[in-house]
């Protein structure tokens, strides 16, 4: 058993098999960079964080299925798609990263679930959000940190999947760590009961070397921010990867500016995360459809 298999048994050591078959692990990449170095012209004025949902064992499998690809010639034994879109870092043709790709890509879609992802836009935060909110929490990635965490858990209630999820996110900054688990126990107490049960324990961060998952969360949010940030602009539509990935069943949130405008106001009051999600369902457990799109609407109120 390889190390990355070992560590993803061990994060759910504690459960029985059962239990182990089914609970879902959500494991997720964030491009939000607060030091301003990564919003230059190619990075944008996005902001996305994006992964994947399965379950420990199927995390098992993928881990060893990903560190068997990555040691195939030509090498890229600690892939990131920001090195390997850049043809230099590995040492290999366009054809040698494409392929590499789409066998990640394939890897993905047969043992992860289920897809998530958030965007918010950089100027839209600092235009309505920045200093109008409690520092401990003016960061915008604490703001999709939350979306993300109360979309999953209102995906689990329309598709009536039972139990809690758990989420590991790649390594941050501590001190962006320590913001955003430190309101997690508080934020599950004020939620809604069919929201609260269904979430489990405090998220950890841990780096993608160890969890492997995390790096097929990388390549996700990564094709996420270079297509709204370099494609989009200029009317460029999807690439194949992304529309790959995109066609899983799963959530997307759109954190917009009337979004923020209500977790401004809520403050005194509480937390109010809103975002505009779509539901992307399975035909086979959705009578009218595998579509829904609502407002996803959930308030932590301190009364």
Not at 5 to 19: D, H, K, N, P, Y
Not at 154 to 161: A, K, P, R, V
Not at 266 to 280: D, E, K, L, Q, W
Not at 297 to 302: E, L, T, V
């Amino acid at each position: 058993m390889s190390l990355a298999t070992e560590t993803i048994r061990g994060l759910a050591c504690g459960f029985s098999e059962q239990v182990r078959r089914r609970r879902c692990m959500v494991v997720l990449q964030g491009f939000v960079d607060e030091s301003g170095k990564g919003l230059g012209k190619k990075d944008g004025n996005v902001y996305a964080l994006a992964g994947f949902v399965s379950t420990a064992p199927l995390w098992e499998e993928f881990s060893s299925d990903w560190e068997r690809i990555c040691l195939q010639d030509p090498k890229t034994p600690d892939f990131h798609m920001r090195h390997a879109h850049r043809l230099k870092q590995y040492k290999w043709t366009e054809a040698e990263r494409d392929k590499r790709i789409g066998e990640l890509v394939g890897l993905i879609r047969s043992k992860a679930q289920y897809r998530i992802d958030a965007v918010l836009g950089k100027p839209n935060y600092e235009r309505l959000v920045r200093e109008k909110i409690p520092e401990q929490i003016d960061d915008p990635y604490f703001v999709l940190f939350y979306n993300v965490i109360l979309a999953m858990a209102e995906f689990m209630d329309l598709l009536g999947i039972d139990g809690t999820v758990d989420f590991i996110f790649d390594q941050q900054d501590i001190l962006v760590e320590q913001k955003c688990v430190g309101w997690y126990g508080w934020i599950r107490d004020h939620v809604a009961s069919r929201v609260k049960r269904r979430l489990g324990s405090t998220p950890i961060f841990r780096p993608d070397n160890k969890v492997l998952p995390l790096k097929a969360a990388d390549l996700f949010a990564w094709q996420i921010r270079r297509h709204l940030n370099e494609e989009q602009p200029q009317g460029i539509p999807h690439n194949d990867v992304l529309d790959s990935l995109m066609g899983m069943h799963g959530v997307s949130c759109n954190v917009r500016g009337e979004d923020l405008q209500n977790l401004v106001s809520s403050i005194t009051g509480g937390i109010f995360f809103r975002s505009h999600a779509g539901y992307f369902l399975p035909h086979s457990e959705v009578v009218r459809g595998n579509l829904r799109r609502r407002k996803l609407s959930i308030s932590a109120s301190r009364n």
